[in-house]
C-alpha cells in the first residue's frame, strides 16, 4: 500500500562512453521552446520492468499497492511534482503557476493550455476539479486531499481549491493526485478503471493478466514525446527468477528484496539504488481478537521480537531498527517515546500477568508470499516465549482482501504511509478500519489527538500532538513496528536512472536507455 519524506540517496548509474539512446524525451527544446528533433532517436527504446504482484485495479484514485502506483504514475500527471533535489520543494507541472491566500484557505492553480489526454480531449479545469472530488471520496487516497471544502473552476485554466482550514501539507498532498478525464469517465465507468485514459507521458495499450502490462509512449505529451518508447511491466513474483532475468538483461529495472542483493551485487552489469522511506515493516494483530484485545500480550509480542536479528535475516541488514511505525526522520518522532527491545523474560512475564498459559496456539499467522521468509522469523521469536503460530501463505491480492475485512488473526508485512505525518492517521483512526488501520484499533482519545493535528497551524503544537499520539500507540502495543526498511531498485546498465524521489517513485520519462546489453552473468 502505497508515498513523502526526505530521501537520503542519489541515484545514478555509471555512464561509460556509450551514446545515450534514450534519456528524458527524444526532442531537445530550442530558445523559442519550439521542440526540435534529437539526435538521440535511433536504436533501442524498449524497457522491461519486473514487479512482483499483479495489479487489482487501474483506477487513478482508489488503488492500494505500490505495483499500481507505479504503473498510474506512468499514465496519469499531477497539478504539481515533488521535485527531488534536495529542497524536495513542490514545482508546476499541469499547473504552469499557483498561489496562496494569506489566511492559508484559498490554493489557485493556473492550467496550461496544452494539455491534452490520451484520447486527443483537451484537458481543462472541470477534469482537475473532477479528479480532486474522486479523491475526497477515495478510501485508499482521500488523505491526499485533507481539509479540500470545495473547488471552483473560474474558466478553463483556473481551479480554486477551498480548505476548511489552514493546512500546510495540502500542496505535497496535490503532487500525487493523478488528473483524470471526467467525459471519459461519464462515458463508461469500467472503461474508465480497465483502460485508464490519462495525461502523462505513457497511455494504456493492454495487458495479460497474471502476466503483464503494457505501456507505450503518447505522442501528445506536453512536454515533449518519451524517448523510451514500449515499456512492459512484467509479473514475476519469485525472487531468483527476478534476479536471473536482470542479470541477463531479459529485464531492465526491478523493485528488488535484501536476498537477491548478494546475487545481484556479483555482477558488474547491475547498479543496486537505495532509498530511504518511512515504511514500515510490522506485526499486525487483530484488536477484535483474543488474545490481542489484552495489551500485555501484544506488549509481550512487542518485546519478544529481535529486531536485529530480523532484518539482518530478511532484510540483509537493508533496514534501520524502530519499533515505532512514526519513523525517526518524520515530524512528530520523539527519543521520548517508548522504544520495544528485545526481552524474552520481560515477555513471558506479560504474558503470565495476562493469565496465558503457554504453550498457547494463536492459530494462523496470515501472510503473502513475499512475507513468508519474515513470517518463519517471527514465528521463533513467538515460539521462544510460548506462541505457537501455524504459517498460511496467500497470493497478494488475496492477502490483501483479508487483511482489510478483518479476516485474519496475526500476520506480517511491509506498509507505507507516506506524505505528511498525517498519514499515518490511517493506520490508527477510527474512520480507517477496513482501509489501512489493519489492527481494528478504535479509540475516541487517538481520533481526537489525530484531528487536532490536522487543523493545527502551529508547527511546535502539531508535533506535541504527533508526539501524544505515537506514544499512546507505543504504550498500548497497538502494533509490533519492526524498522523502517529501505527501498531497493536493481537495473542493469543498459539504463541509467535519476534519482527516484520520494518513497521510490520513478517516473520512466527520465530514464536513459544506453547502448550496451550486458553480458550474461558477468
Request: glycine share 6%.
Amino acid at each position: 500500500m502505497k508515498k513523502m519524506k526526505k530521501i537520503g540517496a542519489a541515484i545514478l548509474a555509471a555512464c561509460m562512453v556509450v551514446s545515450m539512446a534514450a534519456c528524458g524525451n527524444s526532442a531537445t527544446t530550442g530558445d523559442n521552446g519550439s521542440q526540435s528533433e534529437s539526435s538521440s532517436n535511433s536504436g533501442k527504446t524498449d524497457i522491461v520492468i519486473a514487479v512482483d504482484a499483479d495489479i487489482d485495479t487501474l483506477h487513478p484514485a482508489n488503488f492500494s499497492t505500490t505495483v499500481e502506483l507505479n504503473i498510474l504514475n506512468q499514465i496519469y500527471d499531477t497539478l504539481m511534482y515533488m521535485n527531488p533535489d534536495e529542497t524536495h520543494d513542490p514545482e508546476p507541472r499541469i499547473a504552469e503557476s499557483y498561489e496562496i491566500s494569506d489566511d492559508g484557505l484559498d490554493y489557485t492553480f493556473h492550467l496550461r493550455d496544452d494539455v491534452a489526454f490520451h484520447d486527443g480531449s483537451k484537458l481543462t479545469s472541470e477534469d482537475v476539479k473532477f479528479s480532486l472530488e474522486m479523491y475526497q471520496q477515495s478510501e485508499y487516497q482521500g488523505y491526499e486531499v485533507d481539509g479540500l471544502a470545495s473547488v471552483d473552476t473560474p474558466d478553463d485554466t483556473t481551479v480554486v481549491c477551498h480548505l476548511e482550514y489552514p493546512y500546510s501539507p495540502f500542496l505535497l498532498g496535490v503532487c500525487n493526485v493523478h488528473i483524470a478525464s471526467k467525459s471519459y469517465y461519464e462515458a463508461s465507468a469500467d472503461n474508465f478503471v480497465s483502460s485508464p485514459v490519462g495525461t502523462g507521458p505513457y497511455k494504456y495499450v493492454g495487458r495479460n493478466k497474471g502476466s503483464d502490462i503494457t505501456l507505450e509512449a503518447y505522442d501528445g505529451y506536453y512536454r515533449g514525446v518519451a524517448a523510451i518508447k514500449n515499456v512492459k511491466f512484467e509479473v514475476i513474483p519469485d525472487e531468483a527468477t527476478m534476479a536471473v532475468a536482470l542479470q541477463t538483461g531479459e529485464i531492465n529495472f526491478a523493485d528488488i528484496e535484501p536476498a537477491s542483493i548478494s546475487q545481484l551485487q556479483a555482477s558488474k552489469n547491475i547498479t543496486i539504488a537505495r532509498v530511504d522511506t518511512s515504511a514500515f515493516s510490522y506485526v499486525c494483530m487483530n484488536l477484535e481478537k483474543e488474545p490481542f484485545n489484552d495489551v500485555r500480550v501484544r506488549q509481550a509480542i512487542n518485546y519478544a521480537l529481535n529486531r536485529e536479528n530480523i532484518i539482518a535475516v530478511c532484510y540483509d541488514g537493508e533496514a534501520e531498527v524502530n519499533s515505532n511505525i512514526c519513523a525517526k526522520t518524520r515530524m512528530g518522532y520523539q527519543d521520548s517515546q517508548l522504544q520495544y527491545t528485545y526481552d524474552v523474560e520481560k515477555a513471558k512475564a506479560l504474558l503470565a500477568e495476562a493469565g496465558i498459559e503457554t504453550p498457547y496456539n494463536l492459530g494462523e499467522m496470515l501472510v503473502a508470499e513475499k512475507y513468508s521468509n519474515l513470517a518463519a522469523v517471527i514465528q521463533n521469536d513467538l515460539k521462544a516465549i510460548g506462541l505457537d503460530v501455524t504459517i498460511k501463505v496467500a497470493e497478494f491480492n488475496s492477502f490483501i482482501g483479508d487483511l482489510t475485512s478483518g479476516n485474519y488473526t496475526i500476520t506480517a508485512l511491509n506498509m507505507t504511509l507516506d506524505g505528511d505525518t498525517q498519514s499515518l492517521e490511517m493506520a490508527f483512526t477510527t474512520d480507517y478500519i477496513g482501509m489501512a488501520n489493519n489492527a481494528r484499533y478504535s479509540d475516541p482519545e487517538m481520533d481526537e489527538l489525530f484531528a487536532q493535528a490536522q487543523k493545527e497551524a502551529d508547527t511546535e503544537k502539531r508535533t506535541e500532538l504527533f508526539n501524544q499520539a505515537f506514544s499512546k500507540a507505543q504504550d498500548e502495543a497497538i502494533y509490533a513496528v519492526i524498522g523502517n526498511p529501505l527501498e531497493l531498485f536493481a537495473y542493469n546498465n543498459s539504463l541509467d536512472v535519476p534519482e527516484i524521489a520520494f518513497e521510490g517513485a520513478y517516473f520512466i520519462y527520465n530514464f536513459c536507455l544506453l547502448y550496451t546489453s550486458p553480458s550474461p552473468r558477468d
